[in-house]
């Protein structure tokens, strides 16, 4: 059963304009969430980390928001550029050991065209 | 630079051939993964380390080995790879203290 549930499957924007990535998670009990961003053919890279209740975090041209009540997120992504090209992975952990479990979501797509 | 480094980056082997993937980081990191990622699939948990010779199956352990001699190095072990084994095999290793994550570059697999 998929916990990670991320919208949409795929994005395409052109460079300069703003997009927003959704994440909804059925993970419980759930620590925190992170943002990761894959380039292809590469690893993943962490963006951002959210822990508390409507937390929000801003990370350059990258914010996130968290909804702890609805177990959701959003990524918003502002005045994209060519390289903002990349999968983007929601991943929620939870508490059930020392360090904490990873649950991944599959990706958003996204695609920034100039 | 705080990295983890696998090899190889791509291999193919035969089916019923053996198959080691190799991990390591330089981060002193006490915990190490080995994750598969499948188009349309979220990264699946094979194996956790958690220190030198403590080791613990993930989601889908089945058809794959873990090794952890030394802190800085994690190795997967594929005994008679399979067909379906094909997949890019991430490893990533993470802290107690600060519980960061690092994931490597992939180790992209294809069974023949």
């Known amino acids: 059963k998929t916990q990670v549930e991320q919208s949409p499957q795929s994005l395409v924007v052109r460079q300069g304009e703003n997009c927003v990535l959704q994440?909804?998670?059925?993970?419980?009990?759930?620590?925190?969430l992170r943002w990761f961003k894959q380039d292809t053919g590469k690893g993943l890279v962490s963006l951002t980390v959210?822990?508390?209740?409507?937390d929000k975090t801003s990370n350059g041209r990258y914010s996130a928001t968290l909804d702890k009540d609805a177990k959701h997120s959003t990524l918003h992504i502002t005045a994209t550029l060519l390289d903002d090209t990349a999968t983007y992975i929601c991943v929620v952990v939870d508490r059930g050991s020392a360090l904490g479990r990873l649950h991944f979501g599959a990706g958003t797509q996204l695609i920034v065209i100039p | 630079d705080m990295k983890v480094t696998q090899m190889p980056r791509y291999l193919i082997k035969r089916m019923g051939e053996n198959v080691l993937l190799e991990c390591g980081q330089d981060m002193s990191h006490e915990t190490m993964y080995w994750y598969r990622q499948d188009p349309g699939l979220g990264l699946q948990l094979i194996y956790i380390s958690y220190d030198v010779d403590s080791n613990s199956e993930g989601d889908i352990p089945k058809g794959y080995r873990v090794s952890r001699k030394k802190r800085e190095h994690f190795s997967l072990i594929l005994d008679s790879a399979k067909t379906n084994q094909t997949s890019v095999y991430f490893c990533a290793s993470s802290s107690r203290e600060n519980s960061d994550y690092t994931f490597g570059s992939g180790t992209r697999l294809l069974v023949i």
């Open positions: 994440c909804n998670y059925s993970v419980t009990p759930d620590n925190h």
């Open positions: 959210l822990v508390h209740e409507n």
